[in-house]
Structure formats: C-alpha cells, structure tokens
T-cell receptor, first 116, second 113 residues
C-alpha cells in the first residue's frame, strides 16, 4: 500500500524555467510533509517542509504548496538551475500521538534534470 | 558539528549470511532511524531507536534487528540474508519525536548474492 506517491518518475526542464514536482498521499493522518533532494552516493538532504495547518511555505527559490482536500502537494523551483538536477523525494509524517509521528513515509522519487 | 556517518559504504554478502551495519549519529541527536531504499524506490522505514529501545517499526520481519548505544550510535543487523535484501540502507538521526530535522547518512550499499 503506497501511502505517498510521486507519479512522475522523471522531469526535464530548461535552466531558468519553473520545475514543478508533484506528490499525492492517501493517509489523512499525515500532518507534516517534507521534500528531500538526493544526489548519487549521498544521503537525502532536507529541502523544505510544510505543516498541515498551512497551504504554502516558501524558502528562496523553493515553494511547497499543500492542498489537503485533494491530498496533494507540489514543490515549485523557480528559477531552475543545473545544480538542482537530482532525485526529489516527497515524505510525510503523522501528527503528535499517532503511530507514525516522527517516522517518514517516502514517495518513489522524481528524477529532475535541468538542462543548461 | 559532525553529520551522520555510516559504515561500511559497500559490502557484498552471500544469501543466508548475517550482516551488521553501523551508524554514528549527528552530535546532539538522540534518536536513530533506519531506512531501506531498494533500487528505483523511495526509502522505507525499518525501525527507530530512542533511549536504546525500539520506538516504532515498519513492515519488516524480525530478522531485521537493531541496537542503539549510550552514545546514540546504532547498528542494524540482518540475519538469514535474502536476495531481496539487496538495497541501500540509510541511517537518519534526529531529536526524539521531531517531524523535521532528520539528518541522513550517505548509506551502506548491501548486495546479496
């Protein structure tokens, strides 16, 4: 049962344009959502997160949008740079008191390639 | 501030053998979680340790076991290795019950032949 899904295995974008990575989830108990970036031979590194009480969080070139009714979140990267080329994982965690609090459920990942 | 260190980086084992993977937590972190990442998949939660006790477990059989030491370092042990255990094993340290602030190591690539 895949509770967090990233339906696009890959995305190719031109430098300077916007990259939009999507993520869907099924578990309504998820309360906190994170995006991680992973380069080959390295562990995932934290990028940006959002709590379920918000619908948008922005950090520099990165913005995460959350649509709770649709159980959907997206990561926008503007402008995209070649150094952004990596695998991006969406992850979710449960609320306080729940069994999944503090434990991450990951999507399958999306390979982003930004062309110069 | 040191990050999360995992050892070894790669290893090859034969089916049926046992393996121990090691992880040193980031300074100041008291919780360690282990994840398995199969090829082409996202990391899957194996279990988490806090105060040297297991604090939650994912859908993994008992032959996957762990330890956390007083200095917050950790081991993942896998008995009776199967071919499907071939994966990247990631360790992440954090503060207890934090939904954020996970620091991942670079992982151990295990190949079972």
């Amino acid at each position: 049962d895949q509770q967090v899904k990233q339906n696009s295995p890959s995305l190719s974008v031109q430098e300077g344009r916007i990259s939009i990575l999507n993520c869907d989830y099924t578990n309504s108990m998820f309360d906190y959502f994170l995006w991680y970036k992973k380069y080959p031979a390295e562990g995932p590194t934290f990028l940006i997160s959002i709590s379920s009480i918000k619908d948008k969080n922005e950090d520099g070139r990165f913005t995460v949008f959350l649509n709770k009714s649709a159980k959907h979140l997206s990561l926008h990267i503007v402008p995209s740079q070649p150094g952004d080329s990596a695998v991006y994982f969406c992850a979710a965690s449960g609320g306080a008191g729940g069994t999944s609090y503090g434990k991450l459920t990951f999507g399958q990942g999306t390979i982003l390639t930004v062309h110069p | 501030e040191t990050g999360v260190t995992q050892s070894p980086t790669h290893l090859i084992k034969t089916r049926g053998q046992q393996v121990t993977l090691r992880c040193s937590s980031q300074s100041g972190h008291n919780t360690v979680s282990w994840y398995q990442q199969a090829l082409g998949q996202g990391p899957q939660f194996i279990f988490q340790y806090y105060r040297e006790e297991e604090n939650g477990r994912g859908n993994f059989p008992p032959r996957f076991s762990g330890l956390q030491f007083p200095n917050y370092s950790s081991e993942l042990n896998v008995n009776a290795l199967e071919l499907d255990d071939s994966a990247l094993y990631l360790c992440a340290s954090s503060l207890f019950a934090a939904n954020y602030g996970y620091t991942f190591g670079s992982g151990t690539r295990l190949t079972v032949v």
